[in-house]
Structures are given as structure tokens and as C-alpha cells.
């Protein structure tokens, strides 16, 4: 081959350049993402189906809806219990960390400063140590109720019993409430001073401030947060299994662990398994919905 | 004048009540964890010591009812989160970048995200349950490395969603002009693109890391009763010794506090509440 060929053939090859990339280019996205999918369709999306098709097979082994009945007739108080639980959680936590946000974003001086940086402290915590914590703070004779008698709230003989829905709601709201304010925090803070300023110089006070600007101008960002934690509550299982694990009512995740442990019966298990999903299905697909869109045009 | 007044003592009434709730609970771990003999109802206990520290640390040897010496187990976690931060980084880092740079149909993306976003909406433990079914089938159930592909599927779905929004971050026009230079895609990615998003990568990997080093609910179904990691043994001693259990705890919640102190400024708030489910 000739000098001169050989510069041609370069010449061409940087030419079409861009059309040599092209397959490699078009191709590149999805060699890069196959081993990341894969590893989620295996083993999340694969377990995630087979937890509704293995909850219409019954013990026999013959599809009917036998677990379902079963489920309704032994743990129908079970699920309403895991509903309220949750429903009474998330409002407490999103009324609290509202107004914790609202505290964080109009306030200044030092006792807010302070706030800012610790409430932030339960996020870090895993929720089997925050089972732990409410194990000893909420006990009988633990330091809450201690505390209590101390101050001649309660008879020392006779101590308040935590170990139920209200250790359950108080642990939740204790890890959930300050995640939400990080969220709802930032988008507080997005909104320009300005805003609060003429809603203020037209006479508007801190409620109106709270329901007609705050709140109205961060939807979205709350009911995100609303959302997250509300399916977090309905998932959890080691915070109830260890809180009241063994008394009853308790939550559909607890139910499950005692299905698989005492019985083996992955039938009834699963079934719950799908009621867990059918409470969170309307919260769970608008998140999806919402941020799939923001993934997908952002 | 008054009226500013009254509103300073509110704020400070709040204040306290704020900092009983917020580490009252904390404190009675610390005191459990101290607590050689205490008697309801006195206020402090009569007793105390580091024993249960040193016999948990296996120090000292203990034949207390459910004592534990939780070194083997923080090993094992050791190991196990650090295999699996490795992983996960090797796969994540590819498909967040993916996901933030490159062109792929709607539609496709569209599903992609569903499938990185569905961990998060619905409840887990059913997973975990048929994954331990499916685990039984082709032996990995006990196994440490079932154990591992658990905190994998637990900690990519994070991954991903960290190192795509890092990926974003950084501006197109920077690797572009690598390129309009002469760099291949590999190179401009390793020489700009990499060591401009190590932060947030390794806010990630860090991420990951706590992630597996909490992880409760699939390691219940899919490890127990051979595979006894740190969360493992909190959940034993809970039952049978308060002391012990406290300084588990203790030692858990340790690293989770003190990582994410510093890596928190790297991470958008959404993904920082998906610690230990």
C-alpha cells in the first residue's frame, strides 16, 4: 500500500469516525447498565413477582385462594392494626416536622441553630437500634416511665405500657419525623425570602404564612416525603419484631416472621405480603409516577 | 417588649422538651450499657462498670445468660459490607453513568428507573422471603455469600440513584472538550469525568457500606441461623440481656453517626432516610 493510500485510509477512517462509534455508542448504555439490571431483575423484581404468584398457590399446591381466606380469618385485625399504626405515625410525623421546618426556616438565633444541627441525629440511627433503645427507654420500669413518676405524673406501682401502639408510634415518629425535615427543609428553603415578605406585608400571620405559602409552594416535596415514609412504616420489621414481637395485635410484618418461623407456610406469608403491597400500592405509584418523571425530563 | 418575651420562654420550654425526647432515649442506652446492678425504681443504678463492654469486646470471659462476645460477628460484618461496597460500586458506577450521560430510548429508561425505584415504594421483607426460598433451592440460604447478594440488591438500588445524580452534576461540555482533544470516551471519563465525581462516589460507596453493615430484615431470612452479623447479635441479646444488647447497639451506632457526619453534604436528602430498614 502506498504513503498515499495509507493517509487516504486515515483520512476516511477519521471520516467516518462518528459512524464507526455508532454502534459501539449505541450500544455502550446498555452493556454499562446490564449487569445492574440484571442483578435487580434476579433478585429483586424475580422474589418481588413470585411473592403474589406463590400467594395463590395453596398448601396442597393447587392454585386457589385458600391464603387469602386464611389471612382474613386470622390476621384481618392484624392488617387494620398495621394501617392505623402507620396512618397515625406518618400524620404525627408530618404535623411535627411541618412545623419543625417551619421553626428551622423563619427562626433565628442560637436555640435554632442548635435545633438545626441535632434533630438531624435519628436519621443516622439503623431502626434495629432504635428497637433497642425504645426496648429500654419505654420499659415498664425504664427511664421514661421513671422520669414520669419523678415528676408525680404517674404511680411509680403502676407504670404505663409502652410495649404496644404507642412505643410503636413514638419509635417511628422519633427516626421518621427528622428525615422528613431534612426533605421538607429543603424545599422550605428554595423559596425566596421575598415570598414571605409580601405574604407578611399584606398582613398575613404565621398561619397563613404556613397553609398559604409553605406549604402550598412545596407539595410535592412534602408529599414525597409523606409517601416514603409511610411505605417505610408498612416495610419495617425489625423495629415492631422486636418491640412487641410477641404479643398481639401486631404489624403484617411481624405476622409474616411468624408465619415462615413457627409454620413454614409461605403460602399465608406471601398473602400478607400482598396486603403490605395493596396498602402502600396508591402512595407507592405515585411516587414511582412522580419520580420517574423527574429522572426521566430533569 | 413583653410579648417577645413570653415567645423566648416558649422557645426555650420546646428546647427542652426537644432535647429530653431527642437523647433521653440515647441516654438510657449509655446507662444500660454501664449498668451492673439497677433496681427499679431508683433513678441511677447502684452499680457500675465497664464489664459488659469488656466481656462483649471479649476481654474478659463472661458464662452471664446471653452473653455474647460480638468481635466475631463485627468481623464478619466487616467483611461482608466491604465485599459488597466492592460490588456494588463495580456495578452501580457504570449504570448511574449510563443513566446520567448517555442517550437511551424513553421508554427504556422509563422502565429502568420503575425497576431502581420499586425497592423503595413497597415493603421488602416479602422479598427477602422469596428470595430465601429461591436461595434454598440452589444452596445459599446460611451461606455468607446469600448473605452478600441480599446487602447487594439492599445497597445498589442506592447506589445507582447516587452515582446517576452525581453523574448529572458534572457538566457535559468539560468531558466534550476532553474529547474534542483527542481523548477516547475511557480516557476523558477516567482523566475528567471520575476524579471530578469521587465525592459523591465515595459518599455512595460509604452509603453502601452502612447499608450492609445494618441490614436487618433479608439477613434474618437469609442468614440465620449461620450467618450471625452484628445486627444479628443485637437482635439475640435483646431479649435475654439488656446490658449486652446496649452495648451492641452502642457499637452500631457508632460508625452509622459518624459516617454519615461526613458524608452528608454529598448526599441529596431523599436517599439519606433509607438507613437499616
Redesign the interface.
Known sequence: MSDNAKSELALRKSEVGVGVERPL?YN??????F???M???S??????L??FW?SFISKEGILSLANYEKTLNLYRYDVLFTMGVTLLSTLIATVLSILLAVYLRL?KGW?TN??GI????????????????????LAP????N??L??LGLIN?ENPLQFFNWTGLTFGFV?K?AP?MV??IL?GFQMIDDSYIEAARSVGAKLPQIITKVLIPMNKTTIL?AV???F??F?????FPY?LIGGKTPVTI?VD??HR?NYFGD?GV??A???F??II?SF???Y??RS??RK??Y? | MQKSVFKKTIEIIIFIIFIFFLFAPLLSLGIWSVALRWYWPHTFPQEIGFDYWFQALGITKSLTLGAVNVVPAFWLSLGIAIVVVIITMAIAIPAGYALAKLRIPTFLKGLILILFLMPRAFPQQPVFLNLMLMFNKIGLTGTVLGVIFVHLVVGLVYAVWITASTFRSIPPELEEAARSVGASRLKAFFKVTLPLSAPGLIASAVFVFLTSMDEFTGTFFVGLPFVTTLPMTLYSASGSNIQFASVIAILLLIPSILFMVLIQKFLKAEHIGGMGG
Open positions: 455508542s455502550l448504555p446498555f452493556l454499562l447498565l449487569p445492574a439490571v442483578a435487580i431483575l433478585l429483586y423484581l424475580y422474589p418481588f413470585s411473592s406463590k427562626s436555640i442548635i435545633v441535632l434533630y438531624r441525629l435519628p436519621i443516622f440511627l439503623p431502626f434495629v437500634v432504635i428497637a433497642q433503645m425504645m426496648r429500654s427507654f420500669h425504664g427511664i421514661f421513671l422520669f413518676a419523678k411509680i422519633w421518621e428525615f431534612l426533605i429543603g414525597i409517601t416514603l415514609v411505605c417505610s408498612v416495610g419495617c420489621f425489625s422486636m410484618t409474616i416472621a415462615v409461605y406469608a406471601n400478607l405480603g400482598v403490605s403491597y402502600v402512595l407507592a405509584l411516587y414511582l419520580m420517574m429522572g426521566l430533569d
